[in-house]
């Protein structure tokens, strides 16, 4: 199905190539195929899809004003790109992946990027913690284990911090402890206050949860059904039991570690870069935040990008880690941003698209956009979207890929329509892969999100699988 962006594309394709074929005729020639399509040196003013998309309303007003204005266009080496009117307030940059600037327009202004701020939450992340750290969840007891009775004899400990632990999580901790010979536990679960569940802050809601799921016979629907789903996903379909359990004759509690304790298992969530690429595919606003914490808030976020991607203060400065509220970055900052955080990826054979959606491939933000077959696959990034705030925001950064290379590029609109601004983005994008020979798919197996969260594991110490016959 084409999208109305894509129609658009099209309609000025065949305008642009009717101008071409009227020049030629006049001058006794007639268009060929290796006529190049889209040449630089057409100017269409006043692009017919773009004055049509809303008749009662310009696309292009003087910011904080209602009354239309002359069209603000981009400096552009390409010409058509340069008669293209942009809407709102707004910033657009787009470069070589040397640095040549191709198309620019208010790039040293500060905008609110939106979701883009969780582009330099995810950078801050894989600088500090790497792309193959695990978020631990420890277990640990103060008992022992009869292995005649079934019966862990004290309490359960649980403690960390994994912003990912979910149902699955839980009653794979009950699996292991079956697998360790424990089915009662005579005592409480215990859970630190930095422990959450399937997304719930409340220390004492997630203990509850906890203590719950653990539990085949207090297990919620929910829980059942993501645990049947991890299965299915984790490819251990067969090998692992349907209804794990563990019941208590205690009760669920939030509080401390004693000190002396012993060390059970650790539950290990999926690696960080499966993490990003979930939190950024899907803009989970929950687990931007928790991530920013890891790091100290995003004041600590904004140290980092300003240290590691030469990025200077008043360029870029955030409230939060997850891009809401308040934020202000300029394109050229969200550019620096994105050359750095590329090159990193680099170091670990990585590339956008493992901790970024690819837009009509992954599912999240972009499944949507960019669907078509001239350009499916052709575009990473991260977009950004705020309502009310600002008057209206929206945002698109990343990377494009075309016959003539490979781009990054920024865009951020506000104080407008949302709909109208993505309508924009999506036609700017794909006129500028026009101009540059046309989109080209990146290289990008997609693997299903719920896949790679996944692979998270169970890891015991040395004195555990001793004891238990487990080595």
Known sequence: MISRSDKFGVRFFAIAFLLLGATLNALGQTPTATVPPLLQDIKVHQPEQLSSIDNDTSLVKKTGSSSAVSAARANSSLAVLADVDI???????????????????????????????????????????????????????????????????????????????????AVSIANELNRLGVRTIEGDLIVTDTFSIAHTSAASRTSQLLFNTLDASKRS??????????????????????????????????????????????????????????????????????????LGGPSAVARIVHTNAAVPPSEFYIQTASGLGINRVTPSAMMKLLRSFRHDLAKYQMTFADVMPVAGLDRGTLESRFDSDFSKG??????????????????????????????????????????????????????????????????YAPVSLETR??????????????AMGLQ
């Open 87 to 169: 809407p709102g307030a707004s910033g657009v940059l787009i470069e070589s992946l040397d640095g040549t600037r191709l198309v620019e327009y208010g790039s040293a202004m500060t905008f609110n990027p939106a979701s883009n701020v969780k582009v330099a939450t995810a950078y801050a992340i894989l600088k500090t913690f790497g792309p193959d750290y695990r978020f631990p969840t420890n277990i640990w007891t103060d008992g022992g284990i009869d292995r005649s009775t079934a019966t862990l004899k004290g309490n359960l400990y649980v403690s960390g911090r994994d912003p990912m632990f979910s149902y699955e999580h």
């Open 221 to 294: 629907s929910a829980a059942a059904r993501n645990w049947s789903q991890f299965v299915n996903n984790s490819g251990q379909n067969g090998r692992l039991p349907l209804t794990p359990s563990v019941t208590f004759t205690g009760s669920a509690y939030v509080q401390p570690l004693p000190s002396t304790l012993g060390l059970l298992f650790t539950h290990e969530s999926a690696p960080m870069r499966e993490i990003l690429k979930v939190t950024l595919c899907y803009s989970n606003n929950f687990l931007s935040e928790r991530l920013g914490d890891m």
């Open 378 to 443: 052709s575009i990473v990034g991260k977009t950004g979207t705020l309502g009310n705030t600002d008057g209206g925001v929206s945002s698109l950064a990343g990377e494009v890929s075309t016959r003539n290379g490979r781009f990054l590029f920024v865009i951020f609109n506000q104080r407008g329509s949302v709909a109208r601004f993505r309508t924009f983005q999506n036609f700017f994008v794909s006129l500028f892969q026009g101009q540059l020979g046309g989109a080209v798919p990146l290289d």
């Open 453 to 466: 969260l996944a692979r998270s594991r169970v890891v015991y110490p040395q004195q555990t699988q001793a």
